[in-house]
């Protein structure tokens, strides 16, 4: 993180870091640099370091350079998608061989990618609660490297005790890495609890507004941030510059967006807990919910992701799903808008069967920054 950044509150960090007025126009935000290769002053006579854009590119630079400063880290890469960012890490970071921790709940993407396509070049994996430190301790081998950690968890909202789980993998010389796209470097930053390297998925709440698809990573270790880079390069699935552009849009926004996504989505609770269809709402924010106290503790405030169990099973979620009006049918999270889904038909079809199926009757929203009035009147018409 910059030094210049260092001392700032985070509002002032997300509209500033990186984005440096353009020296030869002094526009104030970063230009979108289309271009695919640039001119040399001579043979290795590289300006700025820039000779090809899968290298770098001066958007996807500034971009960079503000993710590292939100999450209080050295080093920010910015990748075409948040599960190019997944490969690239764990390509990085293992070998034939290699043992890592999965939680017990995460997104569908993420066990698609242990389950189907790292698992096919040797690299074993098991199910944990993290939720529950002891768990994660107990799933440890000696082929150990990493221990892979969401929170709060997709879809069922769960929550790990960062510092907890990192202080057992520096015990057992392991990372931790900690995806963060639900709660954004907003409300809450693994860093600073002890993670190695935090995982977003930009398209989400970075972005904000269900324009870009992205992915980061970062981290605090320089070493392994030269490591990633150069897997970054070697790899290719790199951020567009327009894409890294919008993203940097939508970042200047993030804390006033996750604000009304949290005051919204506790409006909501606070309705589903009561209506006589919902049998259950996952909601950190809750006090009933176990993982709260610590939520409360390493989170600004408790995010604008809602789970709830639906009375009738399976058709009757489905049913609450195509009703909705406001709430837009689809998959993804953390725009402006409204969405609402059926996990086990839709973004966790992949997990069926396995240790991380969701629950049948479950809906999943993904509460935007509307009028909270709107968003409580539609489900309700909804439930029925």
Known sequence: MSDSHSTQSFETVAIHAGNTADPLTGAVVPPIYQVSTYKQDGVGG????????????????ALEENLAALEGGRRGLAFASGLAAEDCLLRTLLAPGDHVVIPNDAYGGTFRLFAKVVSRWGVEWSVADTSDPEAVRAALTDRTKAIWVETPS??????????AV?????????????DNTFASPYLQQPLALGADVVVHSMTKYMGGHSDVVGGALV???????????????????????????????GIKTLAVRMDRHSENATKVTEMLTRHARVSRVLYPGLPEHPGHEIAAKQMR???GMVSFQVDGGEEAAVEVC????????????????????????????????SALEVPADLVRLSVGIESADDLIADLQQALG
């Open 154 to 163: 997709n879809p069922l909202l769960g929550i790990t005790d960062i510092a």
């Open 46 to 61: 590289l300006r700025g370091g820039y000779e090809y854009s899968r290298s770098a590119n001066p958007t996807r630079t």
């Open 322 to 353: 195509n009703r909705a009006k406001l709430f837009t049918l689809g998959e993804s999270l953390g725009g402006v808008e409204s969405l609402i889904e059926h996990p086990g038909r839709m973004t966790h079809a992949s997990v069926v069967g």
């Open 219 to 249: 981290v605090n270790d320089a070493e392994l941030g030269e490591e990633l880079a150069y897997h970054q390069n070697a790899m290719g699935a790199v951020a567009g510059p327009f894409d890294a552009w919008l993203v940097l849009r």
């Open 301 to 303: 405030s408790f995010g």
């Open 166 to 178: 990192a202080q057992i993998a520096r015990d057992a010389g392991v990372r931790l890495v900690v």
